[in-house]
């Protein structure tokens, strides 16, 4: 029920936020998942990670192959699943507490990378951090988390 609830109220803060600003928040679910996960800052770091790698992976494959539209979108989802697949297969684990180092799923780093894509890494990273912070926010606030 939380996730379903935080997805929500991620949706209606990330579209009322692009169409304040005009600036994407990393795809309309990213927000909502990654507020669930802020109390573990190893998996939205990794997330990041990952978000980037499959936009480095992307942009050098697009030196070879016309990528626009649809087909870099499922580039960027397609290399952001396998990054995110091949962190959890290799299990590294982390020096503190025992955590691994894994993604919030496999397809919220694709939905990240699509976006920096679009309009860069700090514009993205700020909007999604600054939106994942308003729905853990209001989650908490709504004695939900």
């Not at 209606?12 to 669930?36: D, I, W």
């Not at 894994?102 to 694709?110: E, K, N, Q, S």
């Not at 909007?127 to 308003?134: E, G, H, P, Y």
Request: glycine share 12%.
């Amino acid at each position: 029920m939380t996730v379903a609830l935080s997805v929500g109220i991620g949706l209606v803060v990330s579209f009322l936020y692009t169409e304040l600003t005009g600036l994407l928040g990393g795809g309309l679910v990213v927000p909502g998942y990654l507020a669930l996960y802020m109390n573990q800052p190893a998996r939205v770091a990794a997330t990041f990670l990952a978000a980037l790698a499959a936009y480095a992976l992307v942009w050098a494959l697009s030196s070879a192959v016309i990528l626009y539209g649809r087909r870099r979108f499922a580039a960027c989802i397609l290399a952001g699943f396998w990054i995110g697949w091949a962190m959890a297969r290799t299990g590294v684990k982390l020096g503190w507490g025992g955590h691994e180092l894994r993604t919030i799923g496999y397809i919220v780093p694709g939905l990240i990378a699509n976006d920096i894509a679009r309009q860069g890494v700090l514009r993205t990273v700020a909007s999604v951090i600054l939106l994942s912070a308003m729905v853990r926010l209001i989650l908490i606030l709504s004695g939900l988390i």
